[in-house]
């Protein structure tokens, strides 16, 4: 049985992005029960689907260049923006909101984030919220698809949400969030309240005008972020992207 045992751990598809020992990557755990051979889902799996997520989203790459070391603080916002990221990942037990200024390196303190929360061995799901936030509103209500995704989004232990209520340009060119994404942002936003799972959101709105938008989601993040709600006030000379640009 012993032999048996071993041929299982070494066979089947082997998945890459990280080492298991427990499973020795083939995503099974083989063990002996009751005299009869057994297996059960590794462990690993969940945190191989994050990565394998974060590969196909691009979050992936993302989380090598944006690390804190490389995040540049020059200015006193910098600063305190790192200080307060930096202090959430080390002790990751509320929620975690930056809102402001577009290009002013949110994204960058949110992955950071993630990467040290991953490497703590968190499970991490990062919803780009334009991309997920379409799908689901596309996808058939009942559809097996959209319940899958909703219930991965409203149940990951943690969850990333970037460019949180980011709406395609209306008709008169200025990005304005339907009430179907109203809707589901409460949705996620209250289930994840409720449960009490950890959330990381950046958004280039302040609060005050995502509670413009809906005051129970505005409400529910101020109350789980608390002293982590950050807001970086616009000002063009903020966006590196613009900055760079201009050189
Ligand atoms: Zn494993």
Redesign the pocket.
């Known amino acids: 049985m012993q032999k048996k045992l071993e041929a299982l751990r070494n066979s089947g598809t082997k998945y890459g992005g990280m080492h298991?020992?427990?499973?020795?990557?083939?995503?099974f755990?083989h063990f002996i029960a009751e005299g009869e051979i057994r297996s059960r889902r590794?462990?690993?799996?969940d945190m191989?689907m994050t990565l394998l997520r974060m590969e196909q989203s691009g979050l992936r790459d993302a989380l090598k260049r944006y690390s804190f070391e490389n995040y540049q603080a020059k200015e006193p916002w910098q600063k305190h923006c790192k200080e307060k990221a930096m202090a959430y990942a080390a002790d990751p037990k509320g929620w975690f909101f930056v809102g402001g200024q577009s290009g002013s390196g949110k994204t960058h303190l949110c992955t950071a984030i993630a990467g040290a929360l991953m490497l703590g061995g968190h499970s991490l799901v990062y919803m780009p919220w334009r991309e997920d936030a379409a799908k689901l509103k596309t996808l058939d209500r009942d559809s097996r698809e959209r319940l899958e995704l909703l219930e991965k989004l409203q149940n990951a232990p943690y969850l990333l949400i970037d460019d949180f209520l980011k709406a395609a340009p209306d008709l008169d060119g200025r990005p304005r969030p339907t009430p179907g994404d109203i809707n589901l942002a409460f949705d996620l936003i209250s289930y994840r309240y409720l449960k009490e799972l950890p959330t990381i959101i950046s958004s280039e709105l302040y609060p005050w005008e995502i509670a413009n938008l809906d005051q129970a989601t505005a409400g529910r993040i101020a109350e789980r972020a608390g002293e982590f709600s950050l807001r970086i006030q616009r000002d063009p000379r903020r966006n590196r992207r613009m900055a760079q640009q201009g050189k």
């Open positions: 298991c020992q427990v499973c020795n990557d083939t995503g755990e590794c462990g690993c799996m191989r």
